[in-house]
């Protein structure tokens, strides 16, 4: 395919054209979730008030005040926050360790944790379970959320880390060593403010990842750290058409993560393209 | 880091304090979220009033519901002081004492509960589960459409005169479709209305050594005529379909005739709408199938005794009139198809078009085991493997329907799944 010049005239109309076009085609979901959380149940399924319908608020009042949306929200927060700082906590040393002192085994560590990903989750349901609800007593806790959504995410976390350190030349971190800087120092004084913006959307993706996690999150709980997952998972009716309820519910479930990407798109761009163009 | 590691810590005391406080005043309800579920925990606000009890609902996704339950109840996690389960899984959890045996005041008056309903909830004579809202399933057409095509639909009227029926109001170029059925793979989804069909026809799931009858002429008669009824007569994407989305097109009027679950009668909002018994093949046993969402006690919870009288309470007659007179809800969001007495009250006939349909459908359902079916249960087999054996029929069934394999051939490669599951549950 011939590549088209971005200066071109036709490049100039081109290229935006089809970024606002890509731009909207994802977000339209977004778009008609909102849309539809503000129709009654009943209007939401009819053709003839597809565009025109007189918007409520009952939707949202009703989440609010039957469904306790907080509670499900804070869980969400708690979990999310504790378990992407823990993800980090545990991340960066090693990503520091497999970037700057590699062993031989280095690349097969990193492949094999990522590979952990490759497990059905289905295939340690019951294990998980029958373990943390009989033996160690931690099913439906915040612990067990934030343990479960650390791990899962950890691989992904090493990987960015580590690919993010390794731009960092290694001569800067010697160059600490040799004037004394302790380990720990090396990696908040000189690795975290030279890899910050890496870091910062590592830390990002991580903390979108574990507010989306859905399959651990609503079967690892019952009420005590039942995240917004659970809410929206509650809302699926096998009998009844509930799609303005549960519009609502989806869209003030994802709404706080849209309003966080969207402050911080700036950091998620230039972490994620970090490295990118050599 | 400091104030992390704090954290956490208090997490896992918090964590695991939360998880041994279980106070006897505070009930854990999981519960699937339809529409009378949902009513039940504004109705039960009077409830905690009254007792003083808390109820805690846990509003689960169908799926995830009977998973979550079946590993909790399995394992005797104790998460749950109440469940809600069906029909599939009452009589089996019973007999493996998984779940507390019912057993009632006199006010609560169980004969007024529907026999069908009491005998499949119940193992060996004892009650498991009470039932909260049950259905059975019936034609659901649009008489403005038959009466305009000059033909008509009958109680138990012949699969053939369904399909002339479905043949004369099928429009699609003016947006109407024959007959809207299900066809999205899941033992509960199209497998639901297939049995009936396969039923109908004298098919069964199993003979009497539990060998999968896949192969059968009845079952290739019977998915011959549902691929053609379907897929000549039915909206494009059938496949798609299960009792939300046929729900949707019916009530933009897309459909002329729907057979499915009863409770559907409640949700339709277009004119004209006209209700028949199941249709058969000759064998009318088995045509209308029969379930309901129940309440259940799993075995050795610490609550067990409060739970019973929540459950008393709920599905009760008192419960049904509690709904009527909420200033919210009134005699259309009662839920029906549990006790006798909801259809004798004027206001709800007034209601409700489809009352004498519903209760016919449920009357007349057959869920007890017989020379045909070695089994409990009409559009599923109440035995612990027939959910995976119904899924994996269901896809085979699904992929009929679209035309990517022939109907022998998924037959065949149904038949041949089934009889592998049956044979490593060690049934012959």
């Known amino acids: 395919m011939a590549v088209i010049d971005q200066t071109s005239k036709f490049g100039k109309v081109f290229w935006p054209l089809l970024a606002w076009t890509v731009a909207l085609i994802f977000f339209f979901p977004i778009f008609w979730l909102v ?20 918007p409520t608020l009952e939707n949202y009042t009703n ?11 804070i869980n969400s927060v708690i979990t999310s926050t504790f378990a992407t700082l823990f993800a980090l906590f545990v991340g960066v040393p090693a990503a520091y360790a497999m970037a700057f002192n590699p062993s031989r085994h280095t ?36 612990f067990l959320i934030i343990v479960v959504l650390s791990l899962i995410n950890l691989p992904i976390v090493i990987w960015m880390l580590f690919t993010y350190f390794k731009e960092i030349p290694k001569e800067i971190i010697e160059a600490g060593k040799m004037d004394g800087v302790s380990t720990w120092g090396e990696i908040k004084d000189i690795l975290i403010p030279l890899a910050w913006g890496g870091v910062a959307s590592t830390a990002l993706l991580c903390f979108i990842f574990c507010w989306n996690e859905a399959y651990w999150t609503v079967r690892l709980t019952t009420t005590d750290a039942a995240t917004l997952s659970k809410l929206i998972e509650g809302n699926r009716a096998p009998e009844g058409l509930f799609f303005g309820r549960l519009s609502a519910v989806s869209a003030a479930a994802v709404g706080p993560i849209v309003v966080l990407g969207w402050f911080c798109q700036k950091q998620l761009v230039r972490g994620l393209t970090f490295g990118a163009v050599k | ?30 519960i699937v979220n339809n529409g009378h579920m949902i009513n039940m925990q504004k109705v039960a606000e009077a409830y905690t009033e009254a007792t003083g009890t808390k109820l805690n609902w846990v509003s689960l996704e169908e799926g995830v519901l009977r998973e979550q339950v079946t590993s909790d109840t399995a394992t005797g996690g104790g998460q749950y002081d109440i469940i809600n389960i069906g029909m599939q899984e009452a009589p089996i959890w019973g007999a493996a004492g998984w779940i507390e045996p019912l057993e009632f005041s006199a006010d609560y008056d169980i004969d007024d509960m529907l026999p069908a309903m009491r005998n499949g909830l119940s193992h060996d004579g004892t009650l498991y589960a009470a039932p909260f809202y049950g259905e059975s399933s019936m034609v659901m057409y649009r008489k403005d ?63 009497k050594d539990f060998k999968p009858q896949l192969d059968s002429q009845q079952w290739k008669d019977a998915i011959n005529f549902y691929v053609d009824l379907l897929g000549n007569y039915g909206p494009p994407g059938s496949e798609g379909n299960s009792f939300n989305e046929i729900l949707a097109l019916y009530n933009e009027g897309k459909c002329g005739m729907w057979i499915d679950a009863t409770i559907a009668a409640s949700f339709l909002e277009v004119d004209g709408v006209a209700y028949a018994q199941s249709p058969n093949a000759g064998n009318p046993v088995g045509a209308n199938w029969l379930w309901a969402w129940a309440m259940a006690v799993p075995a050795g919870s610490p609550n067990a005794e409060a739970s019973k009288q929540f459950i008393e309470w709920a599905t ?49 359902a057959a869920p007890a085991a017989t020379d045909l079916k070695p089994y409990v249960g009409v559009q599923f087999a109440a035995i612990p493997e027939f959910p995976e054996v119904g899924s994996a029929v269901a896809q085979e069934m699904a992929a009929a329907l679209s035309g990517a394999k022939s109907v022998d051939d998924a037959l065949a490669a149904a038949q041949s799944a089934a009889d592998a599951i049956m044979k490593e549950a060690g049934y012959y």
């Open chain 1, 107 to 142: 690349k097969d560590i990193l492949v094999w944790m990522l590979s952990t990903k490759m497990l059905p989750a289905a295939a340690v349901l019951y294990p998980m379970t029958f373990l943390t609800k009989n033996y160690l007593g931690i099913f439906d806790t915040h």
């Open chain 2, 145 to 207: 459409l038959t009466d305009a095509a000059g033909v008509t639909v009958a109680d138990n009227d012949s699969w053939d005169n369904i399909k002339a029926a479905a043949a004369a109001i099928h429009k699609p170029d003016d947006g109407i479709y024959g007959a809207c059925l299900r066809g999205k793979p899941g033992w509960g989804d199209n497998m639901a209305f297939i049995t009936t069909v396969v039923n109908s026809f004298g098919g069964a799931w199993f003979d």
């Open chain 2, 1 to 30: 880091m400091k104030l992390v590691y704090k954290t956490a810590l208090a997490m896992v005391l918090g964590g695991a304090t939360a998880t041994t406080a279980s106070a006897a005043d505070e009930l854990t309800i999981a």
């Open chain 1, 63 to 73: 989440m609010t005040e039957n469904y306790d949306y907080w509670r499900f929200a």
């Open chain 2, 316 to 364: 009760s007659k008192e419960y049904i009139k509690a709904v009527a007179d909420h200033p919210e809800f009134g005699w259309g969001s009662v839920p029906t198809g549990t006790r006798a007495s909801t259809y004798a009250y004027p206001e709800f006939q007034a209601v409700a078009g489809f009352a004498a349909a519903e209760m016919a459908a449920i009357e007349s």
């Open chain 1, 35 to 54: 849309f539809t959380s503000f129709k009654t149940d009943a209007d939401a399924v009819k053709p003839e008030f597809l565009f025109k319908f007189t």
